[in-house]
């Protein structure tokens, strides 16, 4: 749906037997069940906004609440399908709801579009809470197949068929991840009675507390440290349907070790480690939302990749850091300046992992000159679109890389066969 709105004036006023704050309130829960930031404090927002412009005009109660309950540019499918499905008052959500709606007349879904499967869970709930009573008297069978998965299922379940009770199961889960990268020695020492070098400072210490007499041989061994990981993702609009279950696995990485690096980028990169830092998810979330300007957009890899290595590379890519390159490699640029920026970071980093969402589909193809001009320079490639190919990853990382060439040589053999 296009987000626009008919400008037909309500036919009945909410004074005339309307419950238009109830609705309000029930609306913004829905919402909520459908994954928008939406709490108290907006429910007020929204009823102030809809007494200072009035419910005269359809267009004018359609802004009033956008404005108050869209913060992002990927909320507004979910908000757009949410007003037209819960304001209309269909037949259908008559029989369910059995409330006196202001009766607001809007243009019918297009047929073919299919609901958002989080939406149209959230409004089922919602609906199911407002009925209380009324629901033996008049049953509606509707199937919905709102069931949730068990664990098993849910690890394979591709994030874009996930519905909301499953969603928030996922994220529950992906909190729980743990990514052990393989540590690596490091430049310091430390007092190892296994050790395989001689601490002369210790011996000597100990030599004067026992006299000089003896010179008891203390050993140290080099210090073990995961290095640092920097995580790159794309949030553009072929990405958001993935942003969010990454963007809670890159919370849980950030507050599960230290050293950990993340940037967002679309059109343009946005350092966001600082936000995803907070403990509190939500909190985290909401602080990354307001910082990031281009959620949902285009896509200029290439150009984002430069902002990176000429800013943050000397930063954040020393001691053999590790990068995880999240993107589905569709550029809006035509891949323009990107082998070289790649070549750069892959030769800045110790290893580069390349996850793209698209390697869920069987016949997926190196056809595209984004994909062409990264592939030859990553270490591994990945998907990334379940919570069983994050447990791969995880698995991966927590073993001793394998050789490039062996790991890229079916890719790159597929890749010269489609030129």
């Known amino acids: 749906m296009d987000g626009s709105v008919p400008t037909e004036a309500p036919a009945d006023s909410p004074r005339d037997g309307g419950k238009l704050v109830a609705n309000i309130m029930h609306f913004a829960r829905a919402l909520r069940m459908a994954g928008l930031p939406v709490g108290p404090g907006k429910v007020l927002d929204a009823i102030a906004a809809v007494e200072a412009v009035g419910i005269g005009r359809r267009d004018d109660f359609y802004w009033a609440l956008h404005a108050v309950f869209v913060n992002r540019q990927d909320q507004r499918e979910i908000f757009n399908q949410a007003f037209h499905v819960f304001w209309r008052n269909p037949?259908?959500?008559?029989?369910?709801?059995?409330?006196?709606?202001?009766?607001?007349?809007?243009?019918?879904?297009?047929?073919?579009?299919?609901?958002?499967?989080?939406?149209?869970?959230?409004?089922?709930?919602?609906?199911?809470?407002?009925?209380?009573?009324?629901?033996?008297?008049?049953?509606?069978?509707?199937?919905a197949a709102f069931t949730t998965s068990d664990k098993e299922l849910l690890q394979s379940m591709d994030f874009e068929k996930m519905s909301g009770a499953e969603m928030r199961d996922a994220e529950r889960m992906l909190q729980r991840l743990v990514l052990p990268i393989a540590q690596l020695p490091t430049r310091r020492f430390a007092p190892s009675g296994g050790g395989n070098r001689v601490d002369l400072r210790a011996s000597l210490r100990g030599a004067l507390r026992s006299g000089g007499d003896i010179i008891p041989l203390a050993l140290k061994k080099r210090r073990m440290r995961p290095p640092p990981l920097v995580i790159l993702c794309d949030i553009s609009g072929s990405m958001s349907r993935y942003s969010r279950m990454l963007l809670h696995f890159m919370h849980a990485l950030t507050n599960d070790r230290d050293r950990v690096h993340t940037f967002l980028f679309g059109t343009r990169l946005t350092n966001v480690t600082r936000h995803l830092r907070r403990r509190d998810v939500d909190e985290a979330l909401e602080r990354v939302g307001t910082a990031v300007g281009d959620w949902s957009g285009g896509t200029r890899i290439g150009a984002c990749l430069e902002d990176f290595n000429r800013l943050w590379s000397r930063r954040v890519l020393g001691q053999g850091a590790v990068v995880l390159l999240i993107t589905d490699g569709l550029d809006r640029d035509a891949g323009e300046g990107l082998s070289g920026e790649i070549e750069r970071l892959r030769k800045s980093c110790r290893r580069l992992i390349w996850l793209n969402p698209l390697l869920r589909f069987d016949g997926f193809a190196p056809k595209s000159l984004g994909v062409r001009a990264i592939l030859p320079h990553v270490d591994e490639f990945r998907p990334v679109h379940n919570l069983d190919s994050l447990g791969q990853l995880a698995a991966a990382l927590s073993r001793p890389p394998a050789r490039r060439g062996e790991a890229m040589a079916p890719w790159l053999r597929k890749m010269e066969e489609v030129a």
């Open 91 to 143: 037949r259908i959500l008559e029989r369910m709801m059995q409330m006196v709606l202001p009766q607001m007349r809007s243009e019918p879904q297009p047929e073919g579009e299919e609901m958002n499967r989080r939406l149209a869970e959230a409004l089922l709930q919602g609906q199911e809470a407002v009925l209380g009573d009324q629901a033996d008297e008049e049953k509606v069978e509707i199937d």
